[in-house]
C-alpha cells in the first residue's frame, strides 16, 4: 500500500511539473495572431490544436514546434481553418486551474497504477521486440561481403568477452550500418546475434519518441537494464537517426524529449563495463545527419556502410531467393542480374515474391522469365491500368511520340540499353515510360551525365519538332525536374563546367550560378533536337509502331531503329 501512495504522489508531481513545463514552453513560441494568420494564408500552417482557452496552438509544415497564438473566439474559425485544408485537433481545455489539472493527475495516476497492476512487467516486454533467436545467419545474406568480413569480430567479441578483457583490448560497442534502404543492414544485425547465440533487442529509433519528455530516456534505460540482465547480447536500433539527428543549433527548434532520450543512451554506452558482452548495433540511411556525440569514439564508433549490390551480387542475392523455388530453364539469373541495376536486396526479394504471385495466378508449377518480366515492370513502373479508356487517340499520339524521343536520343547516343517502351499509363502516375538499362559502373564520366540530360529532353524536343512549340505538354515535368537535378550537379558537385571546378556546396554560394545552369540546359536542349532532326525517320517510325502495339520489348526496338537507319 506504501508503495501505492507513493506512485500516486510521484506520478501526480511529475504530472504537474510536466502540465506547467507544457504551458511554459508555450510562451517562448507565442506568435502574434496577425502573424499566424498571415500563416495560415501563406498555407504555413499543418495543424491547429484548438481548446476553448485564451491561446490555441499550431504547428508549421517546415516545423515540429509548437507555437501559441491567441484564441480569436471567431465563428466559423474551424470551417475557415479546414476549408485552408489545415488539420484541426480539439483538444480538452486543461485551462490553469490547479483543481482540473489534479483531477487529471489523479485519473491519469489511477489509470497507470491499475495499467501497471495488471500488465505487471508487461510494458517493458512489449515495448521492445525480443527475438532469442533470430534465425537469420551469414549464409542467409547474398553480397555485402566487405560488411560481413567486418561483422565477424563483434560476434567473437560477443562470443568471448573475456579474451577481449584479458588483453585489454576494446571492442566497437556501438556499430552503426549505413546505407539505401533494403540493402540488408537490419539482416545483418539479426545475422551477428544469430551467429553469436546471444538475444538479440530489436526497437525503433522513433519508438522512443514520444509526446512526454522523459519517457523516451526512460525506455532507453528500462532496454539497456533487460539486455543487461543476460550479460551478453544485441541491442538493435532501426533508424536511430528519429532521436540521433545532429542538435539544433537554435534555441527555437531544440527538442528536449529527443535530447533527453539520446543523453540516455549515450550515459547507458558509456557505463558498459569491460566484461559486458553487449553490443549497440543501429541503422541509419544516412550518417552524415547523426549527431557528432554519437559517432564519437567510445560511442557509436565503428561505421559500415552496406551498399545497393553490383551485378556479381544481385546475381548472388536472386540466386539466394530463388533457392527453393522451381524455377523454368528459360530463366537466366545473370539477365536478371543485368536489368536490376540500382535495385535493393529488398527490392530483388519483392521482385521474386511477384513472380511467384504471378506464377501462382497462371496455374504454373514454376516461375518463368514472363513472370519474372511483369513482375520486374510492376516493380518499376507501377501495374499497367487496366482501364485505359479514358486515353483519347490524341493522348496515345503524344505519348507515343513523347517515349519514341527518348528511345530515339538514347540509340544515336549509345549510352544506354533501351528495354521497353511503352504508353500504357501505371499507376504510378506515368504516361507512359521508356525504359533505360544502363552500364553498371563506379564513375559516371561528363559526357555519361550530358547524354542523360540529353535522354531526358528527348521526350520534350519529340513534341516540341512533331506538335509544333505551341503545343508541347505538361508530360515532361518529371523529365525536365531530373535533368535540372542533373544539371545542379554537374556544375555544383561534379566541377565540370569550363573555369569552374570548386564544388558550390561546400562554397555555399551560387552567385550566377543560374546562368550557368541555363546556358548548359538550353545547350543541350538544342543539340538533343538536332539528333532528332537527323533522326526523324526513327521517330515517325517508332512513334507509329507504339501507337499500333503500345509496348515493344527490346528486340522490337531495335529491330524498327536498325531497319529505318
Ligand atoms: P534494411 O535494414 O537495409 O532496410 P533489411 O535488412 O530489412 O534492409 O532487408 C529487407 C529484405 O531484403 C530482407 O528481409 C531480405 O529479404 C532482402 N535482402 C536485402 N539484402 C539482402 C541480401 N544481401 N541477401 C539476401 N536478402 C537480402
Not at 533501351?418 to 507512359?432: E, L, R, V
Given at each position: 500500500m506504501k508503495k501505492i501512495n507513493y506512485k500516486i504522489i510521484g506520478f501526480v508531481s511529475l504530472f504537474i511539473v510536466l502540465l506547467l513545463g507544457v504551458s511554459l514552453i508555450d510562451k517562448d513560441n507565442y506568435v502574434p495572431y496577425i502573424d499566424f494568420y498571415e500563416k495560415v494564408n501563406n498555407q504555413n500552417i499543418d495543424t491547429i490544436f484548438y481548446n476553448n482557452s485564451d491561446k490555441i496552438k499550431f504547428k508549421q509544415k517546415d516545423n515540429d514546434t509548437v507555437f501559441t497564438t491567441d484564441n480569436p473566439r471567431k465563428e466559423n474559425f474551424k470551417e475557415e481553418m479546414l476549408f485552408k485544408g489545415i488539420t484541426f485537433k480539439e483538444q480538452i481545455n486543461v485551462g490553469n486551474s490547479l483543481s482540473a489539472i489534479l483531477g487529471i493527475a489523479l485519473?491519469?495516476?489511477?489509470?497507470?497504477?491499475?495499467?501497471?497492476?495488471?500488465?505487471?512487467?508487461?510494458?517493458?516486454?512489449?515495448?521492445?521486440?525480443?527475438?532469442?533467436?533470430?534465425?537469420i545467419y551469414f549464409k542467409d545474406i547474398a553480397g555485402n561481403e566487405e560488411a560481413k568480413e567486418n561483422?565477424?569480430?563483434?560476434?567473437?567479441?560477443?562470443?568471448?568477452?573475456?579474451?577481449?578483457?584479458?588483453?585489454?583490448?576494446?571492442?566497437?560497442?556501438?556499430?552503426?550500418?549505413?546505407?539505401?534502404?533494403?540493402?540488408?543492414?537490419?539482416?545483418?544485425?539479426?545475422?551477428?546475434?544469430?551467429?553469436?547465440?546471444?538475444?538479440?533487442?530489436?526497437?525503433?529509433?522513433?519508438?522512443?519518441?514520444?509526446?512526454?519528455?522523459?519517457?523516451?530516456?526512460?525506455?532507453?534505460?528500462?532496454?539497456?537494464?533487460?539486455?543487461?540482465?543476460?550479460?551478453?547480447?544485441?541491442?538493435?536500433?532501426?533508424?536511430?537517426?528519429?532521436?540521433?539527428?545532429?542538435?539544433?543549433?537554435?534555441?527555437?527548434?531544440?527538442?528536449?524529449?529527443?535530447?533527453?532520450?539520446?543523453?540516455?543512451?549515450?550515459?547507458?554506452?558509456?557505463?558498459?563495463?569491460?566484461?559486458?558482452?553487449?553490443?549497440?548495433?543501429?541503422?541509419t540511411n544516412r550518417i552524415d545527419i547523426l549527431d557528432d556525440a554519437l559517432i564519437r569514439a567510445g560511442r557509436f564508433d565503428r561505421h559500415i556502410e552496406i551498399n545497393l549490390p553490383?551485378?556479381?551480387?544481385?546475381?548472388?542475392?536472386?540466386?539466394?531467393?530463388?533457392?527453393?523455388?522451381?524455377?523454368?530453364?528459360?530463366i537466366n539469373i545473370e539477365e536478371i542480374a543485368?536489368?536490376?541495376?540500382?535495385?535493393?536486396?529488398?527490392?530483388?526479394?519483392?521482385?521474386?515474391?511477384?513472380?511467384?504471385?504471378m506464377a501462382i495466378k497462371d496455374n504454373n508449377d514454376k516461375i518463368n522469365i514472363n513472370h519474372i518480366d511483369k513482375a520486374y515492370l510492376k516493380i518499376i513502373a507501377g501495374d499497367e491500368k487496366k482501364d485505359k479508356s479514358?486515353?483519347?487517340?490524341?493522348?496515345?499520339?503524344?505519348?507515343?511520340?513523347?517515349?519514341?524521343?527518348?528511345?530515339?536520343?538514347?540509340?544515336?547516343?549509345?549510352?544506354?540499353?533501351?528495354?521497353?517502351?511503352?504508353?500504357?499509363?501505371?499507376?504510378?502516375?506515368?504516361?507512359?515510360?521508356?525504359?533505360?538499362?544502363?552500364?553498371?559502373?563506379?564513375?559516371?564520366?561528363?559526357?555519361?551525365?550530358?547524354?542523360?540530360?540529353?535522354?531526358?529532353?528527348?521526350?520534350?524536343?519529340?513534341?516540341?519538332?512533331?506538335?509544333?512549340?505551341?503545343?508541347?505538354?505538361?508530360?515532361?515535368?518529371?523529365?525536365?525536374?531530373?535533368?535540372?537535378?542533373?544539371?545542379?550537379?554537374y556544375v555544383s558537385k561534379y566541377g565540370m563546367t569550363d573555369n569552374?571546378?570548386?564544388?558550390?556546396?561546400?562554397?555555399?554560394?551560387?552567385?550566377?550560378t543560374l546562368d550557368i545552369y541555363k546556358k548548359i540546359s538550353l545547350n543541350l536542349y538544342e543539340k538533343t533536337k538536332n539528333i532528332l532532326i537527323e533522326n526523324i525517320k526513327n521517330l515517325e517510325k517508332l512513334a507509329n509502331e507504339l501507337i499500333e502495339k503500345e509496348t515493344l520489348d527490346e528486340k522490337q526496338i531495335y529491330n524498327i531503329l536498325k531497319k529505318c537507319s
Open positions: 485519473v491519469g495516476s489511477i489509470i497507470f497504477i491499475v495499467y501497471k497492476k495488471t500488465k505487471k512487467s508487461a510494458i517493458t516486454i512489449k515495448q521492445f521486440d525480443i527475438n532469442d533467436k533470430t534465425n561483422s565477424k569480430d563483434i560476434v567473437d567479441f560477443l562470443k568471448y568477452p573475456e579474451k577481449y578483457k584479458k588483453l585489454n583490448a576494446r571492442i566497437p560497442r556501438g556499430i552503426i550500418f549505413y546505407g539505401e534502404p533494403g540493402t540488408g543492414k537490419t539482416m545483418m544485425a539479426r545475422a551477428i546475434a544469430s551467429e553469436a547465440n546471444v538475444p538479440f533487442y530489436s526497437v525503433c529509433g522513433s519508438d522512443f519518441v514520444e509526446m512526454y519528455v522523459g519517457v523516451g530516456a526512460s525506455r532507453v534505460r528500462s532496454l539497456f537494464k533487460k539486455a543487461r540482465e543476460h550479460k551478453k547480447a544485441v541491442i538493435f536500433i532501426d533508424e536511430i537517426d528519429a532521436i540521433g539527428k545532429k542538435r539544433a543549433t537554435s534555441l527555437q527548434n531544440t527538442n528536449e524529449e529527443r535530447e533527453q532520450t539520446l543523453n540516455a543512451l549515450l550515459t547507458e554506452m558509456s557505463g558498459f563495463s569491460k566484461d559486458e558482452g553487449i553490443v549497440v548495433i543501429a541503422t553490383d551485378k556479381v551480387a544481385r546475381e548472388k542475392i536472386i540466386t539466394l531467393l530463388l533457392k527453393d523455388k522451381k524455377i523454368d530453364d528459360n543485368k536489368k536490376t541495376i540500382y535495385f535493393s536486396g529488398a527490392m530483388l526479394d519483392a521482385l521474386i515474391n511477384e513472380a511467384s504471385i479514358f486515353m483519347t487517340e490524341q493522348d496515345k499520339k503524344i505519348t507515343a511520340i513523347h517515349e519514341a524521343g527518348h528511345a530515339v536520343v538514347t540509340n544515336a547516343l549509345n549510352n544506354a540499353t533501351i528495354s521497353k517502351i511503352s504508353i500504357i499509363p501505371t499507376t504510378k502516375g506515368a504516361g507512359g515510360f521508356c525504359l533505360n538499362i544502363f552500364e553498371d559502373k563506379l564513375f559516371q564520366t561528363k559526357k555519361d551525365i550530358e547524354n542523360q540530360i540529353m535522354s531526358l529532353y528527348g521526350g520534350r524536343c519529340a513534341e516540341e519538332i512533331i506538335l509544333g512549340s505551341e503545343n508541347i505538354t505538361t508530360g515532361a515535368y518529371n523529365d525536365i525536374e531530373k535533368a535540372t537535378k542533373l544539371i545542379i550537379d569552374n571546378i570548386l564544388s558550390h556546396n561546400i562554397l555555399k554560394e551560387n552567385n550566377n
